[in-house]
């Protein structure tokens, strides 16, 4: 998942924050945007990337 967000957004700052628990957790600049435990499930095939995406074409364009 790391590898495929640094390729698609290389301007990000991709961090990996291993922890116990099971948690799964996306932000965008400080937003949540996607949480394995508030939803109880894995995200699905392309949907943090599609989270993402919505994300940042809510951002205000300069």
Same mark, same amino acid.
């Given at each position: ?8 957004y290389? $301007? ?5 924050i $291993?922890s /116990? #628990?099971?948690?799964?957790?996306? /932000?965008?600049? #400080?937003?949540?945007?996607? /949480? ?7 995200? #699905?095939?392309? $949907? ?10 809510? $951002?205000?364009?300069?």
């Amino acid at each position: 998942m790391a590898a495929e967000l640094r390729e698609r957004y290389p $301007e990000a700052t991709v961090r990996l924050i $291993e922890s /116990s #628990g099971g948690l799964f957790e996306v /932000s965008v600049d #400080g937003d949540l945007v996607f /949480s394995k435990k508030a939803l109880g499930r894995h995200a #699905g095939p392309g $949907e943090v990337v599609r989270l993402i995406q919505q994300r940042r074409a809510q $951002e205000p364009r300069t």
